[in-house]
C-alpha cells in the first residue's frame, strides 16, 4: 500500500509504504475447547468475529469478544483466550511493516477494535477457497483468495480493516527511517546467521562504519542487532507456524549447527526453541 502525496497548499506530505504479509486466515468455530491460557506471536493477530462468548485476557483485562467486531492483536503481546460455550470467527495472522520488523501496530497500543458488518466478515469466506486442516477436524479450514480479482478484494479489505483499527493519535515514523528500506528489504530477503553487514553497506553504497554510526543514531541500536531481531522473529514464526526441526531450522538459517540456533534463540527469548513451540505453535496447523 502506498498512501503517497497529499497536497496542502503548496505542501507536499509523503507517507511510506505499507507492506501487509498474510501468514494464516482461518475460519474457526468450536467449543469450550478454544482455552489458550499463554499466546504469544511475532506477527499481529486480527479477529473477524461472528457469534460466540469469547473473550481475551491481557494485562489482568478482560476483553470481550463482541459478534460482528474486528479486534487487532499486536505483535509480541501476550494474552489469554477462551469462551465457556462457543466461538465463531475468522483470525487472521499478518504482518503490516513499514520497514522490515517496523509493524504499524505496536503492543505499547494495546488491542483495538472496531465494529465490523457481519456479511463483510463472511465475504472473507465466500471468496474463498478453503481447505481443512488437522486432518478432517471441521473447526479450522484455511482460507485462500480462489482468484486475482478475490486476491485484490483481500488487500483491499484488510487495509481497510487495519486502518479502522489504527490509534487515533499514530503518527508515521521520521522520513529518515526510510532511507534504509532497501537495506533492511536485503537483510529480510536473506536473513540469516552467516549475514555480513559489511557486505550489505558496500553493496548499497555505504562504509560499514558510517551506516552502522547512522543506523545507531536513528534506531537506537546497532544495524547487527536489529538483524538479529528480524531472525529472531523470523525463527519465532516458525517454529510456531511450521513442523520443521530445529536441526531442518539451522541448515536453512544458516547457524553451524542446531546447537547454535538453541544457544542463539535462548539468549534472545528466555527459552529454548523446543519450550517456544511447546507454549505458543498454533496446535491446528
Keep these: 500500500m502506498q498512501c503517497n502525496i497529499i497536497m496542502k497548499g503548496c505542501d507536499f506530505l509523503t507517507f511510506p509504504d505499507v507492506t501487509t ?18 499466546n504469544i506471536y511475532p506477527y499481529n493477530t486480527l479477529y473477524l468475529v461472528l457469534d460466540g462468548d469469547g473473550e481475551i485476557l491481557v494485562d489482568g483485562k478482560i476483553i470481550r469478544l463482541l459478534p460482528e467486531h474486528a479486534y487487532l ?8 483466550c477462551k469462551c465457556s460455550h462457543y466461538i465463531e470467527k475468522i483470525y487472521i495472522d499478518l504482518h503490516a511493516e513499514l520497514l522490515p520488523g517496523l509493524d504499524i501496530f505496536g503492543a505499547e497500543n494495546g488491542i483495538a477494535s472496531a465494529p465490523l458488518a457481519r456479511e463483510e466478515i463472511l465475504d472473507v469466506v465466500r471468496r474463498s477457497n478453503s481447505r481443512i486442516t488437522l486432518g478432517d477436524n471441521p473447526a479450522f479450514t484455511v482460507l485462500e ?7 485484490l478484494w483481500y488487500d483491499a479489505f484488510l487495509l481497510r480493516i ?3 483499527l489504527l490509534p487515533d493519535n499514530w503518527t508515521s515514523p521520521d522520513i529518515q527511517f526510510m532511507r534504509y528500506r532497501a537495506i533492511l528489504d536485503e537483510i529480510d530477503a536473506n536473513l540469516s546467521a552467516a549475514l555480513r553487514m559489511s557486505d550489505i553497506a558496500a553493496r548499497h553504497g555505504w562504509h560499514p562504519a558510517t551506516l552502522s554510526r547512522a543506523f545507531q543514531k536513528d534506531f537506537g541500536c546497532s544495524i547487527k542487532t536489529y538483524s538479529e531481531n528480524l531472525l529472531s522473529a523470523k525463527l519465532r514464526q516458525e517454529l510456531v507456524t511450521t513442523d520443521k526441526t530445529i536441526k531442518e531450522l539451522a541448515v536453512q538459517y ?16 528466555g527459552m529454548s526453541p523446543s519450550e517456544y513451540r511447546r507454549v505458543n505453535m498454533r496446535i491446528e496447523l
Design 21 to 38: 504479509k498474510v501468514v494464516h486466515c482461518v475460519y474457526y468455530r468450536n467449543n469450550e475447547s478454544w482455552n489458550y491460557p499463554v
Design 73 to 80: 492483536i499486536p505483535p509480541n503481546t501476550q494474552f489469554s
Design 145 to 151: 483468495p480462489s482468484t486475482f480479482c478475490d486476491k
Design 162 to 164: 487495519l486502518s479502522d
Design 254 to 269: 544458516q547457524f553451524c549447527d542446531a546447537y547454535y540456533l538453541s544457544a542463539f534463540f535462548k539468549r534472545r527469548e
